[in-house]
């Protein structure tokens, strides 16, 4: 534990305080950047984790140990707001009529465009927000708690789609694709995008792909069927993997860019979903459709490496997805309790649902932190390959839990679509399986720590 503060300001914050509790420089400050641990063992009752220092001066200290903040910055709360206030004023009304009915909710979507959510993480220089995947998580648990089908929608443009593109695209790709996708609209037209992977046979076991792109030169000719597309129908572009050759194995697979308006490219009928009825999910056929050669990302075979790189980012969008099913679930049904009256008082003066309410808090809680972990292991260049499959599992089996037990505590009401929560225990199902399906999950977090 050495170091050298010569000039330090620290930010100690007094378990339970809302805001800091700024101290000035002093002598102490000074032995207690030398020795942390005595700062720590003297004022047990400063919050190690919240503890913040601002050095200037500072010879090998342990970053991770000072730097730990549990606080979002101002840029943060206001982006969950923004998120926030679209979620009630947009995507609440009509969201019981727009999952009855299987609408896609077009109309959201070119608003959440026009507010830069779109093409969140995406660099200005291809009509992007610029903004981080912290960023990113907030704004998706805000929409989540109130629609996802708005959400997945969202998610798969930002972090499968965009992000793939922006990451291993060449910059004619990201110019042509990249600056609309962000923008989310092109000539005033919706403009999103579709991420194919899944196959009838290939669904956890990826790397099974049948669809078959053939070199013929300076064209990919492709042929195939692609399953559970989100955004089928949608999308302008797709992001296609395939089969080049067999013989290698998942060294064999492409990604292409992929027009949906190109000759053979055929969407199959709608999928009648148990939830998120309102997301558009089809299967996409493709016979003998020409692709150029400019449309393959990356070398030759770098196809699966790209589907599983990005997916790694996708689910901390799915994982955030279920963080906010779970946390709209849950406020729902905190906002009940206290209305509800049973035995002669409001059922949350009740052990059984305070129990219940506490439990909910707590993995939602914990789903929260492992999400924004994940999200700030990527904006730090950290490997999130694991902390996004924990994030995943853990939030969306959080997610099932939780808006089943937010039924629970409706009882009878909770059984009906006015109340929201049987809707939300609807969509949290899916979060255990797009995007790598909790087994999958296990998988990756296995091969992780076991290696
Ligand atoms: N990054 C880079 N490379 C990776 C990788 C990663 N995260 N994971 C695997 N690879 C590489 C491996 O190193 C291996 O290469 P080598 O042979 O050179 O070592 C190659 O890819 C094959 O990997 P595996 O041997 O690990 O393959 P596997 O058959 O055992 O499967 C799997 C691994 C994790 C199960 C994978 O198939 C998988 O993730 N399946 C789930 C697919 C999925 O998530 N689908 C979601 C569809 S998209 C969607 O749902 C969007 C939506 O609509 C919302």
Same mark, same amino acid.
């Not at 805001?19 to 641990?37: D, E, G, Q």
């Not at 443009?157 to 092109?186: C, D, I, M, R």
């Not at 991420?195 to 064209?219: C, N, V």
């Not at 049973?342 to 219940?356: D, L, P, S, T, Y």
């Given at each position: ?32 950047? =030398? ?27 342990? &970053? ?11 840029? &943060? ?10 979620? +009630? ?68 443009? +930002? ?24 923008? @989310? ?38 042929? @195939?069927?692609? +399953? ?23 060294? @064999?697979? +492409?990604?292409?860019?992929? #027009? ?20 558009? *999910?089809?299967?996409?056929?493709? *016979? ?16 699966? *490496? ?24 849950? !406020? ?13 008082? #409001?059922?949350?003066? &009740? ?25 700030? !292991? ?6 999130? *390959? ?23 505590? &409706? ?6 679509? #006015? ?30 720590? =076991?290696?």
């Amino acid at each position: 534990m050495q170091g050298l503060g010569l000039f330090i300001v620290f930010l100690p914050q007094r378990r339970g305080d809302a805001a800091p509790l700024r101290l000035r420089v002093s002598a102490v400050n000074c032995i207690c950047c =030398l020795f942390p641990h005595l700062l720590i063992s003297t004022f047990p009752h400063f919050s190690r984790t919240s503890v913040s220092f601002s050095p200037i001066f500072l010879l090998d200290l342990p &970053h991770n140990y000072y730097h730990m903040q549990f606080q979002l910055s101002e840029e &943060h709360l206001m982006i969950q707001k923004a998120a926030r206030d679209f979620a +009630n004023t947009e995507c609440l009304p009509g969201v019981i009529e727009r999952d009855e009915h299987q609408k896609f909710p077009k109309e959201q979507i070119m608003k959440l465009a026009e507010l830069g959510f779109m093409g969140m993480m995406v660099s200005p220089d291809y009509g992007g927000s610029g903004m981080d995947t912290v960023s990113y998580v907030l704004a998706m648990e805000e929409i989540s708690k109130v629609d996802a089908s708005v959400s997945v929608c969202m998610s798969v443009n +930002n972090s499968l789609v965009s992000w793939g593109l922006e990451a291993f695209g060449n910059e004619e790709q990201k110019k042509k694709y990249l600056t609309p996708l962000a923008q @989310g609209q092109k000539d005033g037209e919706l403009y999103i995008g579709a991420f194919l992977l899944s196959e009838p046979e290939a669904g956890s076991d990826a790397t099974s792909q049948r669809t078959t792109a053939e070199d013929k030169g300076d064209y990919y000719l492709l042929n @195939g069927i692609k +399953n559970w597309i989100t955004n089928g129908s949608s999308a302008s572009v797709y992001l296609v993997m395939a089969q080049t050759d067999v013989a290698k194995g998942p060294k @064999g697979i +492409n990604v292409f860019i992929v #027009e949906k308006a190109w000759p053979g490219v055929t969407v199959g009928a709608k999928e009648n979903k148990l939830g998120i009825r309102g997301s558009d *999910t089809h299967s996409i056929s493709f *016979t003998d459709v020409k692709v150029p050669k400019e449309n393959r990302i990356g070398a030759d075979g770098f196809g699966f *490496t790209f589907a599983m790189k990005t997916l790694s980012g996708g689910r901390i969008g799915i994982a955030s997805q279920a963080l906010g099913i779970a946390s709209g679930a849950y !406020e729902r049904a905190l906002a009940y309790s206290k209305q509800r009256k049973a035995f002669g008082k #409001e059922i949350m003066h &009740h052990q059984a649902i305070q129990f219940k309410l506490a439990d909910m808090a707590t993995r939602i809680e914990a789903s929260r932190l492992l999400c924004l972990k994940a999200a700030w !292991e990527k904006d730090n260049g950290i490997d999130y *390959t694991l902390s996004s499959s924990m994030a995943k599992v853990y939030a969306s089996e959080t997610a099932m839990w939780v808006s089943t037990e937010a039924v629970q505590v &409706h009882g009878g009401y909770g059984y009906v679509k #006015e109340f929201h929560v049987e809707r939300l225990m609807r969509d949290a199902k899916i979060t255990q399986i797009y995007e790598g399906t909790s087994e999958v999950q296990r998988i990756v977090i296995s091969r992780a720590i =076991l290696k």
